[in-house]
């Protein structure tokens, strides 16, 4: 082989721009509102599933006492859709969603940001006309929920487990009415607390019954 064509061949081969690399988009959520639990949050999910939650805020209504909570989990692919079609619908954010109504009660600085290689969008709003936006909206409320009770959860297992009871039941309203998406994210609190014999046992039946809505693979 010629020497000029041996070395377009090493380089083709070894190059890191010889190949087209993978391309990720990334959804983000974002909310403050400082009157709430948790004060802030922040939510992103990736167009492989990978997700990252953040969180900061008191640990509860009637303390002074700030927490700061992380999570790295993965969405399913249902969930990871739905997130990624509404963001479509919604023109990824390209423009102004807020409904700019005056006297609407505010319920925190919401912020929809979106990101790959074509695209980079992001609004601000305190609530929106768009059915997209007002269905992602809840839809990242609603994970959100779901990640503080496993919050909620870790700290109550090693601080307090007689408080245990009362979180599992307000979650297991929760997930009768559908608010308890990805459940599978918090599954390693709830096997935890199934497997600590100093924990009463209803709360641990009530522990195993919410694992049991987490989807199995077949």
């Known amino acids: 082989m010629p020497r000029l064509l041996q070395i377009f061949y090493l380089v083709l081969v070894f190059s890191p721009i010889a190949w087209p690399q993978p ?3 990334t959804v983000t959520f974002t909310l403050d509102f400082p009157t709430s639990q948790p004060e802030h949050y922040s939510i992103r999910v990736q167009s492989d599933g990978s997700s990252h939650y953040e969180s900061s ?4 209504a009637d303390s002074d006492e700030t927490d700061s909570f992380e999570l790295d989990f993965r969405v399913s692919d ?3 859709q739905k997130i990624f079609n509404l963001t479509a619908k919604a023109n990824y954010f390209l423009k102004d969603v807020d409904s700019h109504r005056k006297g609407l009660a505010s319920t925190g600085k919401k912020t929809l940001g979106y990101r790959d290689r074509q695209h980079s969008g ?3 709003y305190n609530y ?3 059915p997209a936006v007002q269905a992602l909206t809840a839809l990242m409320q ?3 929920s779901t990640l503080e009770f496993g919050h909620r959860l ?3 297992l090693r601080y307090q487990k007689l408080a245990l ?3 599992l039941k307000h979650m297991e309203d929760t997930a009768r009415s559908n608010g308890l998406p990805e459940i599978a994210a918090i599954e390693p609190i709830l096997n935890q607390i199934v497997a600590d014999p100093s924990v009463v046992n209803v709360s641990r039946a009530r522990a195993q019954r919410l694992l049991e809505r987490v989807p199995r693979s077949h």
Do not use: K, P, V
């Open 154 to 156: 870790q700290y109550d």
């Open 23 to 25: 391309q990720t988009a």
């Open 57 to 60: 805020g008191r640990l509860s």
């Open 122 to 124: 992001e609004s601000t």
């Open 142 to 144: 609603s994970l959100s």
């Open 165 to 167: 009871e009362e979180e």
């Open 128 to 130: 929106s006309l768009n």
């Open 78 to 80: 249902e969930t990871r």
